[in-house]
């Protein structure tokens, strides 16, 4: 691919896949501590400090994950399956998620990550699909058929009320759009979500990568996010916090 072919770069891409996701599953697990069992809890002094180092860590995270929503699109074989997992996990995660963020079984007045993923990976396919029909008929000008699809995403989003909402749609569509320009990719993308101002880390993260998929347990990537979660709410309810 393209995206591996920038003599300068190359020397800086040395993270692969697994390497880039287990950075990330840390990141996560660290801010979710954070925000289940030490900031309910904050009172000032050592533990003030300690939560605002692991703010700063649950920031790589976002960036990382919705990096590659993008890149499984380009790389799977069977993209329907792809999105039947994402979707049947975000509703496996649900009644975790709200117990680690709500302290309750089950409220849908904000709904986890995995929602947001599988709407940037419908968004990007849709994108994708547009993109083969129109470009080589239309040239750039193809892309302004997505304004109509973001705008539709955008309301869609805020239905689903995912974590992160239109910012997972709006960073994957921006990741897809500049995947063989890394580092523009990385920097518009952070843009559209400068809000959480150490998300930086994680955009950065993704110029690094090399391409290459590494060791990866296919089970524990998609089971991380529930069961440390379910973990979390657990946590949370004996100790009421």
């Known amino acids: 691919m393209e995206r591996f072919n920038h003599k300068n770069l190359q020397k800086f891409q040395i993270l692969n896949g697994a390497q880039l996701k287990y950075i990330a599953f840390g990141s996560m697990l660290i801010d979710h501590i954070n925000k289940a069992l030490i900031w309910p809890n904050l009172e000032g002094g050592g533990l003030s400090l300690i939560s605002s180092i692991f703010d700063v860590i649950g920031r790589i995270a976002f960036p990382l994950f919705s990096f590659f929503v993008v890149e499984g699109f380009f790389r799977t074989h069977d993209k329907k399956k ?12 649900e009644i975790p998620y709200d117990m680690f963020s709500s302290k309750v079984i089950l409220e849908f007045r904000l709904n986890n990550v995995l929602f947001s993923l599988a709407l940037s990976l419908i968004t990007i396919w849709i994108l994708d699909e547009f993109r083969k029909r129109y470009e080589d008929k239309l040239g750039k000008f193809w892309l302004l058929i997505s304004i109509p699809l973001l705008i539709i995403m955008y309301f869609v989003s805020n239905i689903v009320s995912g974590d992160y909402d239109f910012h997972a749609i709006i960073t994957a569509f921006v990741f897809y759009l500049l995947y063989n320009r890394p580092v523009a990719g990385a920097v518009i993308a952070y843009l559209t979500i400068v809000k959480e101002v150490w998300s930086i880390l994680g955009f950065g993260l993704t110029i690094l990568y090399n391409g290459e998929k590494g060791r990866q347990n296919k089970i524990f990537n998609y089971l991380f996010y529930p069961v440390h979660l379910l973990i979390l709410g657990l946590l949370r309810f004996y100790f009421n916090i």
């Open 82 to 93: 792809y999105l039947l997992n994402l979707i049947i996990f975000a509703f496996i995660s």
